[in-house]
Antibody, heavy 120, light 110 residues
Framework: QITLKESGPTLVKPTQTLTLTCTFS??????????VGWLRQPPGKALEWLAL???????RYNPSLKSRLTITKDTSKNQVVLTMTNMDPVDTATYYC????????????WGQGTLVTVSS | QSALTQPASVSGSPGQSITISCTGT?????????VSWYQHHPGKAPKLMIY???KRPSGVSNRFSGSKSGNTASLTISGLQAEDEADYYC??????????FGGGTKLTVL
């Protein structure tokens, strides 16, 4: 059974760097084709795809946020980490991580999400 | 990319059918048969209901079906049940490894 869980701070100040961790089970990020992505949903707004990392360390970023995002993986710990620099109140959102199989264009398993509020 | 357009809310009575539309552009929905739909009960993990336009993952009821015409994709739920009450989001591949989502539709089962 595939499960994912997001963890990190619930409150960050403007200009700070956000670090979120996705801890997963039920699959290995060393398996060919597998990927883990990060997505977010600001209150009352649409979901937004942020970043994706594949089993072979190939990384993809949302072009509009690319300069602020870094995604990494620790295969031995079954974790994927997302960092977002220069946080702003508009970055207040529920952040999700999700599993994606190679060749697919959808996420088949998601975490429950973690709400991050950006406020001074 | 702009978000896909979904109605904010739809409603139906138990046993009825409802359809949720998802309108994009020729750069996303219209160009690829790669629309997915997610069911989200607040506080829970989103659940994949439809992928590649009309395919259902194992375990998803056949009451859920997807289709596409031009730049608009649709999710139809037949035989509405109380547990179908949730938020539904569409998503489309938009090229260059990018996915674009809809704003979500709140389904109320009356």
């Amino acid at each position: 059974q595939i499960t994912l869980k997001e963890s990190g701070p619930t409150l960050v100040k403007p200009t700070q760097t956000l670090t979120l961790t996705c801890t997963f089970s039920g699959f290995s990020l060393s398996t060919s084709g597998v990927g883990v992505g990060w997505l977010r949903q600001p209150p009352g707004k649409a979901l937004e795809w942020l970043a994706l990392i594949y089993w072979d360390d190939d990384k993809r970023y949302n072009p509009s946020l690319k300069s602020r995002l870094t995604i990494t993986k620790d295969t031995s710990k079954n974790q994927v980490v997302l960092t977002m620099t220069n946080m702003d109140p508009v970055d207040t959102a529920t952040y999700y991580c999700a599993h994606r199989r190679g060749g697919d264009y959808h996420y088949d398993y998601w975490g429950q999400g973690t709400l991050v509020t950006v406020s001074s | 990319q702009s978000a896909l357009t979904q109605p904010a809310s739809v409603s139906g009575s138990p046993g009825q059918s409802i359809t949720i539309s998802c309108t994009g552009t020729s750069s996303d929905v219209g160009s690829y048969n790669l629309v997915s739909w997610y069911q989200h009960h607040p506080g829970k993990a989103p659940k994949l209901m439809i992928y590649e336009g009309s395919k259902r993952p194992s375990g998803v009821s056949n009451r859920f079906s997807g289709s596409k015409s031009g730049n608009t994709a649709s999710l139809t739920i037949s035989g509405l049940q109380a547990e179908d009450e949730a938020d539904y989001y569409c998503c489309s591949y938009a090229g260059g490894s990018t996915l674009v989502f809809g704003g979500g539709t709140k389904l109320t089962v009356l």
